[in-house]
């Protein structure tokens, strides 16, 4: 195929600034048809369309910039607009694919109001889907559970692409077929009440621990120069992320843990891996005011984590995978660590909270035995992550 005339490009452009705009648009469209013709040409021959009042028109002209650019933001946008124009159903789901693709940086203003424009359209569009799709689980599942119904929530914003979807990423030890979920149901762990009912017992212990000369609080990571730590550098051996071991890789560490009996015998009573060299694991994590655990992934999807905290002032928050939420003092979390999370203490007072290990529940008393067989045959990770 030859390139478009230049010359008769020019005549057209002309001819659109004497008003005339039906001739402007035969003579692009004979030029630009049988030729290579690029993109922003058809775009072009779409808006003279478009202004001479021909919206399926323009938008067939669009399509064919869109075969040569399925990514070009304008051609998005004038396709949802056309649509919008046409009342056709789908503007709401165009705008909103669109607009993935808006530009950043600073915009035209008439650019910026398009798009703003376009935000309510897909705002709209989403607002009705959403209605819909919470009646029907409404309808088909009234006699949901709660963990059911926060599951079907879920599918509700993945449908919308309101939220990511997360993966289990462990850096070092991913067994097959586990459940991945950011946050583990209650249920699934019959000793989450007495823990959670001795949080004042433990929250004493803690608080005398750290009183004591004998405590042994230590930076959170310790990793050496030379191994990359990328985003968790700024925290490596900082005490602004401090812990106060009971166990750690599997050793209990009798200058904390023997001044906190309470504690320890509430750990006896849960089953935590015993894997040489790795775990069991429990501690106190202490975070400094204004301080933030960048995102990261544990390392081992075979096991969970627990937090139980203890001294949490408020504005302080955690997150994990697509799923925020406030630490309450008192109320147990179990998570899988090895989807990305994230912590952080924007106040102007210390947080506190113990973090211990546990099986992955959905794991067989077989496959708990194999696994820390080969991680410790591995040489055991170290599994705070």
Known sequence: MAAPDPARIA???????????????????ATLEGSDADAPLWLRLAGLRRALGQPRRSLDAVHRALTLAPLDFMALAMRASLLERMGDAEAGRAWDHAL??????????????????????????????????????????????????????????????????????????????????????????????????ATAEIRAEMEALLRSERAELVPYLQYSDHEPI???????????????????????????????????????????PAIT?????????????????????????????????LVVPEGCW????????????????????????????????LRVVMIFDLWHPDLSAVERRAIAGMIGADGGAPMEG
């Open 11 to 29: 005549e057209a452009d002309a001819l659109v600034r004497q008003g005339d705009v039906a001739r402007a648009a035969a003579l692009l469209e």
């Open 100 to 197: 993935v693709q808006k530009p950043e940086g600073d915009l035209p203003p008439v650019l910026t109001q398009m798009i703003a424009a376009g935000e309510q359209v897909r705002d709209a569009w989403i607002a009705e889907r959403s209605e819909a799709l919470t009646e029907a689980a409404r309808r088909e599942a009234s006699d949901a559970d709660a963990d059911e119904r926060a599951k079907l929530d879920r599918f509700r914003t993945n449908i919308l692409r309101r939220t990511k979807v997360y993966r289990s990423e462990p850096i070092y030890y991913h067994y097959p077929g586990l459940s991945e979920r950011e946050y583990h149901p209650r249920h699934r762990f019959p000793w989450i009440a007495e823990l959670e009912a």
């Open 230 to 272: 990328g985003q968790m550098a700024n925290l490596n051996r900082n005490r602004d992320w401090t812990a106060i071991h009971l166990l750690r890789g599997g050793k209990r560490i009798d200058a904390n843990a023997d001044m906190c009996p309470r504690t320890m015998a509430l750990l006896d009573r849960i089953d935590q």
């Open 277 to 309: 060299g790795a775990s069991p694991t429990a501690m106190f994590s202490l975070l400094a005011p204004h301080t933030t655990i960048p995102p990261h992934n544990g390392v081992n999807n075979s096991r969970l984590l627990c937090h139980l905290p």
């Open 318 to 349: 955690f997150r994990v995978g697509a799923e925020t939420r406030p630490w309450r003092e008192g109320e147990a979390l179990i998570f899988d660590d090895t989807i990305e999370h994230e912590a952080s203490n924007p106040t102007d007072h």
